[in-house]
C-alpha cells in the first residue's frame, strides 16, 4: 500500500491515517506531496480522484480517498489492527465521533489552524479572532473545543478508557490527535480528563515520531504561521 499525505506538520486530514498505521506497525509506503509547492495541485490529481489528500493507493492499483474510507478499509484489510472497537455499542459511539469530526467545528479549526511545531502564548490567538475582515468569534472557538472535550468524556466513559474506543488506541483515536495538538500549540485550558487523555496520547512512540518528521519538514505555509507571541 502507499499512503499520499500532505505536510505532516499543517496537513491535519492527512495526520490521521498516517498516525494509525505507524502507531500500529501497518506497511505502508508513505508518499508525502508538500502543499505549498507549485507542483502540488498536479501530484496530488494524480493520486486521488478528490485533488486533496490524503489517498490509500492498493496492490490492486485501486484508490480509496478521505481520512474515514481509508479508516474503513483499513478495518477490512487488517482486522487484527484494532481499527474500530469490536463492541457494536461502543463502535457505533466511534463512527458518531469521527463522522462530527467530519462536519463539525468549522471556527476552531478555521482560527486554530494545525502547526505541531509551534507554541503560543495563552490566550494568544484571541488576536486571530480580532483581526478585521475574521467573521468568527471567540466564543464560538471555545465552543467547539468544548463539544470536543464531551465527546471525549462521553466515549471515555462508555468504553472505559484509557483511549477512545477502550483500552487499545484506534482509529477514533488518531482521529483526534490534531485536536489535541491544536490545544498544545495555543495553550487551550482543558479539563483534566481531557488532559488525561491528551497525556495518554502524547506517550506515544508514534507521537514522538510524528512531532519530529513535523519538526524536520523544511517548508512553510506562511498563512499557518501566525506572528503571535510564543510561550
Not at 13 to 40: D, N, Q, T
Not at 119 to 145: F, N, Q
Request: charged share 20%; net charge negative; aromatic share 12%.
Amino acid at each position: 500500500m502507499r499512503l499520499h499525505v500532505g505536510n505532516l506538520n499543517y496537513s491535519s486530514w492527512s495526520i490521521r491515517p498516517w498516525f494509525f498505521v505507524h502507531a500500529k506497525g501497518i506497511p505502508c509506503e508513505v508518499s508525502v506531496l508538500y502543499m505549498e509547492e507549485a507542483s502540488f495541485g498536479e501530484k496530488v490529481a494524480g493520486v486521488s480522484p478528490s485533488k486533496r489528500v490524503p489517498s490509500l493507493e492498493l496492490p490492486d492499483g485501486s484508490v480509496v480517498w478521505d481520512s474515514f474510507a481509508i479508516g474503513l478499509t483499513l478495518a477490512e484489510l487488517f482486522p487484527e489492527a484494532g481499527v474500530f472497537p469490536s463492541d457494536p455499542r461502543t463502535r457505533r459511539l466511534v463512527y458518531s465521533a469521527c463522522a462530527e469530526m467530519h462536519s463539525s467545528f468549522a471556527d476552531m479549526r478555521r482560527v486554530l489552524t494545525c502547526n505541531a511545531r509551534r507554541r503560543y502564548a495563552k490566550d494568544a490567538w484571541r488576536a486571530l479572532v480580532a483581526s478585521e475582515g475574521v467573521d468568527v468569534d471567540a466564543a464560538k472557538v471555545l465552543a467547539d473545543c468544548a463539544r470536543v472535550e464531551e465527546i471525549f468524556a462521553t466515549l471515555l466513559e462508555a468504553s472505559g478508557g484509557p483511549f477512545l474506543g477502550g483500552s487499545s488506541f484506534g482509529f477514533v483515536d488518531a482521529y483526534f490527535v490534531p485536536v489535541l495538538s491544536r490545544f498544545r500549540t495555543y495553550a487551550i485550558p482543558v479539563s483534566p480528563v481531557t488532559e488525561r487523555y491528551k497525556q495518554t496520547i502524547e506517550a506515544m512512540p508514534a507521537h514522538a515520531s510524528w512531532l519530529a518528521i513535523a519538526a524536520a519538514e523544511a517548508h512553510t505555509i506562511p498563512k499557518y504561521e501566525y506572528d503571535l507571541p510564543s510561550a
